[in-house]
Every structure is written in structure tokens, then in C-alpha cells.
């Protein structure tokens, strides 16, 4: 029993060494003068507890003693005073300190700006308060109510945050809903808030000089912290589905501001699917982003936006929109205008690449007497472009999707087309060009199909059968020649200017 007191009381003696041995907060004091350098600016020093930190450096483990303080320093601005925090840090080695340095710190307010009149705040907080700008975003997916009664708490607990800046408790009022079957509280919170001000009442400049009369910029999001709830009702299920919250209001009132900084995209009266399915593939080559989303938001059917807005995309319409816009940079440089088409029909097209290794799709769909995008999409890789250089070929001598001329065939015509891998003897029964080729028969039992205009052309000129109508490159039949020269097709596509209204 002896033994352990004697015991004890000597721990107690190491443990009371050991605290002598630290550095008293007088040195601490000199060494904070030392570091400010005008000590007649400080006017208090507070310590905290002190602290010993374990870290590993280098060769082994190090200790570290150290004491964070407050300090309340002079201003240029009588009865001002600026509030800081920083340390004092000491090398450990048994009961041994080594001053190391001071620990930085950081400004944390100040002290004897004259807070503005309960008044003058509660004034201002009516008259700027929005509450799509004041709740949290997680909030504000409940909030379905928030009226304009926010006010300062009985105690707002003023504190300075900048010369120019203060921070106050606030209480609102709101209704949120609870559940989507109707369920409906009417809540009330305490927000924290800070309040700047400056000259013009629009900029903030947090390197000002004291404003004792600047004016407030507007009331900012709130910081929660605490709710009550004052009471729980119900309302019906179909009023609930038709009462907009908060955050889709917000997402519509910026979708409109978006919308306004839309390109005005001249965008034609299409003929047919083709002729939009062209326009499309023309407006990527050009490779504007700002007039392809424009045109986007115009072309995408109702179901690719929001249930409750015309103007809020879905996640279907985000992720079509990133596609079509994933990268404009290089489409003009992997796909040609008359590209080489891989499969066609009323309501989509895939065409290859120069290289003919990736392709684009297209997809459209006509409802209600208009053209929509229903599906689009196109894969563009940096190595294509190597293979582009280095082989000197590229499929770029395809069909166009549209062609606003005159066919060079009419009905009866009697022509060559390209079927099953050769040339073979057929009939035009129809000609649109609004689809780029015509409709054909051929064979002893007048089988029909769909062709294309590279892939027919005039009994006159067709003196070689090929595998592949591309390299063919036949010639329209001409009154003049045998070997009529090349017809170059164009696409004109009449205008007409119209604004962006939304996806309807």
C-alpha cells in the first residue's frame, strides 16, 4: 500500500514538472507582440487549452505543444476592433519546448459597428425576400407555401462577420408537404442569414470601407437551424398533384431566364423526315452548340421534358441534349454532308463515317402536324482521324438524305437499279426527291423497292455492272452527250425565321 502512494504522489510530481516546464502564457504573450509587431494596436489576448499533437516527419515521430488564442486588435475607425484567431506552436522533446512559429489565423468578425434598427432590417427583408432564393435546395423539393412573413428573431444575436456584412437570426413560416398522398404541415423556422451592404446596393466588395450607410443588398439563402412545426392537415391528392413546390418553380423561372439566351435558329418548313433529317445532320456539321440546343429544345417531343413544364428537360432530354452536343468540334471533321448511308427509313437514318467505321443515327417522328428529334447520337473517336489521313479514302460520295430538285427520272422511266450486289433492269413507279430516290420495280414478277438516286441510273449509261453503286458513280441520262457529265446535287432548304417556343 505504501508503495503504491509513494508511486502515485511521484507521477503526480512528473506530471506537475512537466506542466511547470511548459511555455508560460507571458512568453506566449511576447512572442504574439513579436509576430504583430505594433503592440499598441492589440488591445486583448485570450489562450485556449493547451494541445499536444503526435506527427510523422521524415525520420520518425515528432511532438508538437501548442495554444491557440483570440485577439482583438485596433481599427482605423474609433471604438472599432477586428476579432482573429491564430497559435502558438512548440517542439516537444520530454519536458523540454522549442519555440517552432506562430500558427496562421484568420479574421472571425469584428466588434462596435452600431447594428442597424430592428426596424430598417425587418423593412428590408419584406421588400427583398424571395423564398426561391432563401430556402436550401433540399427544402425547397417539400416546400409547396412560404409567404412573405420573415422577420428578426426576438434576439437576433448580431455578429459582424466584415467591415460590411452582419449576421442575424431570422424566423419564416412555411407549408410543406409530407408525403405525396396529401399529407401537409404548416412549419416555422429560425434561419440564420448574413446581410451585406455596399455602395450601389447590387456589388458586394468585401475590401470596402466601413459603409455606416451603404445600402443592403438583397435578403440571401438562409441557413437552417431549427424548425417547429405548427400544425399537420391534409389536402386532396389531385389538388396536391396540380401544386407546383418550390424547386420546380425555381427550375422553370430559370429554364425562362435560359430560354430567353436561346440562338434564333432559322429553321425551314420541312417537306418530309428527310428533309429535317438532313437539316439536323447540316446543323452538326456546322458545329454551333449554342444554335444546335436552341434547335434541340424546339425539336424534342413533349415526353422528353418535365410532366409539370414545357421549357424543364427531363433526363431523357438532358442525356439526348449532351449527345447531340458531345462533341461538335470534330463532327465536321468525321462525317461528310452526302454521307454513306448504312440504313434508311420513314423515320430514321444511320450513315457511316469518312472511314466507315462509326456512324451517326438520326431518329424523328411526326405527331399533331409537326416534326419532332426523337433520337440522336453519333461516335467520334481521335484515333478515326489517324486512319482518315493515312488511307486517303473517304465515303463521302453518298446519297443525300434530301434533295430539293427535280428528279431526273419520272414515272414509267425505264432504268437500271442496284439490287442484290448488280445491276438490274427496273421501272420508276415514283419519284421523291423529298425522300433523295424513287420508287422502282424490276424482275419478271415487278418486285418493288425503295432506291435511292446513286443507285439508279439510264440504260444508256449502264455499259459495266459493279458490286458497289458508289464506285459505279453513274451518270444521269443527258439528250446531248453519251456520257453525260456529273450532276451535282444541292439542297436548298427555304427559311423561315420563328422564335424557340419550348418542346411543344
Known amino acids: 500500500?505504501?508503495?503504491?502512494?509513494?508511486?502515485?504522489?511521484?507521477?503526480?510530481?512528473?506530471?506537475?514538472?512537466?506542466?511547470?516546464?511548459?511555455?508560460?502564457?507571458?512568453?506566449?504573450?511576447?512572442?504574439?507582440?513579436?509576430?504583430?509587431?505594433?503592440?499598441?494596436?492589440?488591445?486583448?489576448?485570450?489562450?485556449?487549452?493547451?494541445?499536444?499533437?503526435?506527427?510523422?516527419?521524415?525520420?520518425?515521430?515528432?511532438?508538437?505543444?501548442?495554444?491557440?488564442?483570440?485577439?482583438?486588435?485596433?481599427?482605423?475607425?474609433?471604438?472599432?476592433?477586428?476579432?482573429s484567431y491564430g497559435g502558438v506552436q512548440y517542439h516537444k522533446n520530454g519536458s523540454s519546448y522549442s519555440y517552432d512559429r506562430i500558427l496562421g489565423g484568420a479574421p472571425i468578425g469584428y466588434e462596435g459597428i452600431p447594428n442597424p434598427s430592428n426596424a430598417e432590417i425587418n423593412a428590408h427583408l419584406k421588400s427583398t425576400y424571395d423564398p426561391l432564393n432563401f430556402y436550401s435546395n433540399y427544402l425547397m423539393n417539400y416546400l409547396i407555401d412560404a409567404p412573405n412573413n420573415i422577420r428578426l428573431t426576438n434576439d437576433p444575436q448580431w455578429k459582424w462577420t466584415k467591415l460590411n456584412a452582419v449576421s442575424f437570426n431570422v424566423v419564416a413560416s412555411f407549408t410543406r408537404k409530407t408525403d405525396d398522398i396529401?399529407?401537409?404541415?404548416?412549419?416555422?423556422?429560425?434561419?440564420?442569414?448574413?446581410?451585406?451592404?455596399?455602395?450601389d446596393g447590387i456589388v458586394f466588395d468585401p475590401d470596402a470601407k466601413l459603409l455606416n450607410n451603404g445600402k443592403w443588398l438583397p435578403v440571401p439563402r438562409g441557413d437552417k437551424k431549427s424548425l417547429k412545426t405548427i400544425k399537420r392537415f391534409s389536402i386532396s391528392k389531385e389538388e396536391l398533384n396540380t401544386t407546383k413546390t418550390l424547386a420546380q418553380l425555381n427550375a422553370v423561372r430559370h429554364a425562362a431566364e435560359f430560354k430567353k439566351s436561346l440562338t434564333i435558329v432559322d429553321i425551314p418548313e420541312f417537306e418530309s423526315g428527310n428533309h429535317l433529317m438532313q437539316f439536323t445532320h447540316e446543323l452538326l456539321l456546322?458545329?454551333?452548340?449554342?444554335?444546335?440546343?436552341?434547335?434541340?429544345y424546339q425539336m424534342f417531343p413533349r415526353n422528353y421534358f418535365e410532366e409539370w413544364s414545357d421549357i424543364i428537360l427531363n433526363q431523357n432530354g438532358e442525356s439526348m441534349l449532351a449527345e447531340a452536343t458531345e462533341d461538335l468540334t470534330n463532327y465536321s471533321k468525321a462525317f461528310c454532308q452526302h454521307p454513306r448511308i448504312k440504313e434508311i427509313g420513314d423515320n430514321y437514318v444511320k450513315f457511316y463515317d469518312l472511314?466507315?467505321?462509326?456512324?451517326?443515327?438520326?431518329?424523328?417522328?411526326?405527331?399533331?402536324?409537326?416534326?419532332?428529334?426523337?433520337?440522336?447520337?453519333?461516335?467520334?473517336?481521335?484515333?478515326?482521324?489517324?486512319?482518315?489521313?493515312e488511307n486517303g479514302m473517304t465515303y463521302c460520295d453518298g446519297s443525300p438524305i434530301f434533295i430539293n430538285d427535280e428528279a431526273q427520272f419520272s414515272k414509267g422511266d425505264k432504268i437500271v437499279l442496284f439490287e442484290g450486289g448488280i445491276w438490274r433492269d427496273g421501272e420508276i413507279l415514283v419519284a421523291d426527291m423529298s425522300r433523295g430516290g424513287y420508287s422502282v420495280k424490276y424482275g419478271v414478277s415487278g418486285l418493288t423497292v425503295w432506291k435511292y438516286v446513286n443507285e439508279v441510273k439510264s440504260r444508256s449509261t449502264s455499259n459495266e455492272q459493279t458490286n458497289d453503286p458508289q464506285e459505279a458513280n453513274p451518270q444521269v441520262e443527258n439528250n446531248t452527250s453519251s456520257e453525260p457529265p456529273k450532276k451535282k446535287l444541292k439542297i436548298k432548304m427555304p427559311k423561315v425565321k420563328i422564335k424557340l417556343r419550348g418542346g411543344n
Not at 521524415?58 to 472599432?80: L, R
Not at 396529401?182 to 455602395?199: A, D, K, P
Not at 454551333?288 to 434547335?295: E, G
Request: aromatic content about 16%; overall charge positive; proline content about 1%.
Open 286 to 296: 456546322e458545329g454551333d452548340s449554342a444554335k444546335i440546343t436552341a434547335f434541340m
Open 182 to 199: 396529401g399529407g401537409v404541415e404548416e412549419q416555422e423556422g429560425v434561419f440564420r442569414i448574413t446581410l451585406q451592404r455596399s455602395n
Open 355 to 389: 472511314n466507315k467505321r462509326r456512324f451517326n443515327r438520326i431518329h424523328i417522328s411526326y405527331n399533331s402536324n409537326r416534326w419532332y428529334i426523337t433520337d440522336i447520337g453519333y461516335t467520334i473517336r481521335q484515333d478515326d482521324f489517324t486512319g482518315y489521313e
Open 1 to 83: 500500500m505504501i508503495r503504491y502512494k509513494i508511486t502515485g504522489l511521484f507521477t503526480i510530481l512528473l506530471f506537475s514538472i512537466n506542466c511547470l516546464a511548459q511555455p508560460s502564457n507571458s512568453e506566449l504573450t511576447s512572442k504574439i507582440h513579436a509576430y504583430y509587431g505594433n503592440v499598441s494596436d492589440i488591445v486583448s489576448i485570450s489562450f485556449h487549452d493547451a494541445k499536444i499533437e503526435k506527427r510523422w516527419e521524415k525520420n520518425g515521430w515528432k511532438y508538437y505543444w501548442s495554444k491557440h488564442y483570440n485577439i482583438k486588435t485596433k481599427t482605423e475607425y474609433p471604438g472599432v476592433f477586428s476579432l
